[in-house]
């Protein structure tokens, strides 16, 4: 019940295309789904978080959609770039006295030019 | 600021030695984790501190013990290193709601 499960493990796409990464939970007590990105050699870093309250929500060319009675959430990159080649991990959480993040396994993004 | 700092980056151990990998931060966090990365295995969390004093299991903490020496320093210790905590050690820190975290640079720790 504490798993998320995100696929696909790995994704190509050339530039200016929309990949689409999607993860699963079970626990609905969770109520916070960050996504993090990660480049080689440097740690994960918080890129974009849903309540969910909310379906969707933008910064920049970053989007997540929640979808709360089928407990999914995906991560649109639109018009995406090399720049964003990186690994794309989602997570999750709940509230309480502490605030551990519970991670999918990683999706490894390659945008090619 | 230099954020959440780890010492060392590289660190090659035989098996059954011990070591203590250093975590500190200048964010004022409050809480404090360590998660080890293995491929194909994302992100797994071996210990945690929600506060100053306190310190708590995660997912994976048989082989580990954990130390917070104060409000800026987590330390991570292996007592007898084995070949299966070969993995790349990530030390974060957070203040809680709403959850957002802050992870250092890593170590790889290579264990023969």
């Known amino acids: 019940q504490q798993q998320v499960k995100q696929s696909p493990q790995s994704l190509i796409v050339q530039k200016g295309g929309i990949p689409i990464i999607n993860c699963a939970y079970e626990n609905t007590a969770f109520d916070y789904f960050p996504w993090y990105q990660q480049f080689p050699g440097k740690g994960p870093a918080l890129l974009i978080a849903?309540?969910?309250?909310?379906s969707e929500k933008k910064e920049g060319r970053f989007t997540i959609s929640f979808n709360k009675s089928a407990k999914q959430f995906s991560l649109h990159i639109m018009d995406s770039q090399p720049g964003d080649s990186a690994t794309y991990f989602c997570?999750?959480?709940?509230?309480?006295?502490?605030?551990?993040?519970?991670f999918g396994t990683g999706t490894r993004l390659q945008v090619f030019p | 600021n230099a954020g959440v700092t780890q010492t060392p980056k590289f660190q090659v151990l035989k098996t059954g030695q011990s070591m203590t990998l250093q975590c500190a931060q200048d964010?004022?966090?409050?809480?404090m984790y360590w998660y080890r990365q293995d491929p194909g295995m994302g992100l797994r969390l071996i210990y945690y501190?929600?506060?100053?004093?306190?310190?708590d299991k995660g997912e994976v903490p048989n082989g580990y013990n954990v130390s917070r020496l104060n409000k800026r320093e987590f330390s991570l210790r292996l007592e007898s290193a084995a070949p299966s905590q070969t993995s790349v050690y990530f030390c974060?820190?957070?203040?809680?709601?709403?959850?957002?975290?802050?992870f250092g640079p890593g170590t790889r720790l290579t264990v023969t």
């Open positions: 501190s929600a506060s100053e004093g306190t310190t």
């Open positions: 849903i309540r969910p309250d909310v």
């Open positions: 974060a820190g957070g203040h809680g709601f709403p959850y957002e975290q802050y």
């Open positions: 964010m004022n966090h409050n809480s």
């Open positions: 997570a999750a959480s709940m509230s309480g006295p502490t605030d551990k993040l519970i």
